[in-house]
């Protein structure tokens, strides 16, 4: 029988985050929407849950193992309390998890230790290409092996912290055997170039910048696996149940303000949430929004299971995404024209929704 019951550990750390959600993020969301940034004591306070930690294995460093299930039950949580702080606090793990999952023993060495030190990781992933029909199967960015090094050149766009990252993680396409691959390159090389922030219409607290890559050159032993590469589907489908688990909390929460708010306001005498129109659309919303966390649990479970979780990936990414679109409109509509209004969330919600159709790579579970 399927058990759909987190474990012990499983509920601590959903009971953790939903404490941090509610009492840390919560509270400065708005401001920190208005403002373009995330309070870096709410940052720090998140970096302490040791979330990232907790996914490198103890034969690594760490103290857990990766499991999608349970990062996908944790960043509901977070995508519940804010979506900007949630990318921003998992924006390191694009980096990490791909080295936990297939790098050589020499990057793990290298690399991991920064993940497990007090302050949060200061890296990132660069996978977007500018377009608009932008194909992950089909990258721009290439790297062109020459003997012992490899020249990379490309564009890359939505890339989080890139200002402040150490390394990147760049995805590129090798121009011999056309395969995806991914490569470690430092901030300081030569030829790498950050630009300004991007100004966004959603996840506005979140820092992402256009990252340009003209003739530069790494060690072939950048490359993420060595000679044996990476599993590129397998990670882009782990990038997909993490954008569903986080479409999933910010549907949540739009469903329960609009919820509690269609409990309280009164028109004719009685709670707006007795009328017909308005029940009727709030259970709506509470069908989608069970229904993606439905389709994100199996793909993660099959994730853990390690299994081709290719088409429950996408399907439960691309359901995700349209609930989280169906759920904030529900929400705006519930609270009238009040809806419209920046002091209240659910126009933020609706904004942040809006983006996960083109936020391909900006999470991993």
Avoid at 34 to 58: C, F, H, Q, Y
Avoid at 287 to 307: F, H, N, S, T
Avoid at 312 to 328: H, N, P
Wanted: net charge negative; hydrophobic share 45%.
């Amino acid at each position: 029988m399927i058990s759909f019951t987190p474990s012990e550990e499983q509920q601590q750390l959903i009971d953790t985050i939903r404490r941090f959600a509610a009492n840390d993020v919560q509270p400065v969301a708005h401001e920190a929407d208005e403002n373009e940034r995330v309070p870096a004591s709410v940052i720090k306070t998140g970096w302490d849950m040791g979330l990232i930690p907790a996914s490198i294995p103890e034969d690594l460093g760490g103290f857990g193992e990766l499991s999608a299930v349970t990062n996908a039950l944790a960043y509901e949580e977070l995508a519940y309390g804010d979506l900007s702080a949630a990318l921003q606090l998992l924006a390191p793990a694009l980096f990490a998890y791909p080295i936990v999952l297939y790098g050589t023993a020499e990057q793990r060495e290298t690399y991991l230790p920064m993940f497990l030190e007090e302050r949060p990781a200061h890296a990132s992933a660069a996978l977007l290409e500018p377009g608009v029909f932008f194909d992950p199967h089909d990258l721009k960015t290439t790297a062109t092996p020459n003997g012992e090094t490899v020249t990379l050149n490309g564009s890359k766009v939505y890339v989080p912290l890139a200002a402040t990252a150490d390394h990147f993680l760049v995805y590129a396409k090798n121009t011999e055997t056309g395969k995806p691959e991914a490569y470690i390159v430092n901030c300081e090389t030569k030829g790498v170039t950050v630009g300004k922030r991007e100004g966004l219409m959603g996840v506005r607290a979140l820092p992402t910048h256009h990252l340009t890559l003209h003739d530069v050159v790494v060690n072939a032993s950048c490359r993420v696996g060595g000679a044996v590469g990476i599993d590129y589907e397998a990670l882009l489908n782990r990038s997909r149940v993490a954008l569903g688990a986080l479409a999933v909390g910010v549907a949540k929460a739009a469903f329960d303000y609009a919820r509690e708010y269609a409990k309280q306001r009164v028109q004719f005498g009685a709670p707006i949430a007795t009328k017909q129109a308005i029940a009727f659309m709030l259970a709506e919303m509470a069908i989608e929004v069970d229904a993606a966390r439905l389709m994100v649990w199996e793909a993660a479970w099959k994730l853990d299971e390690g299994v081709d979780a290719t088409q429950e990936a996408y399907l439960a990414k691309e359901y995700a995404s349209k609930a989280a679109m169906t759920v904030c409109d529900g929400a705006v509509q519930t609270l009238g024209g009040y809806g419209f209004i920046r002091e209240y969330p659910v126009e933020r919600y609706l904004r942040n929704a809006r983006g996960f159709a083109s936020f391909t790579g900006l999470a991993i579970v």
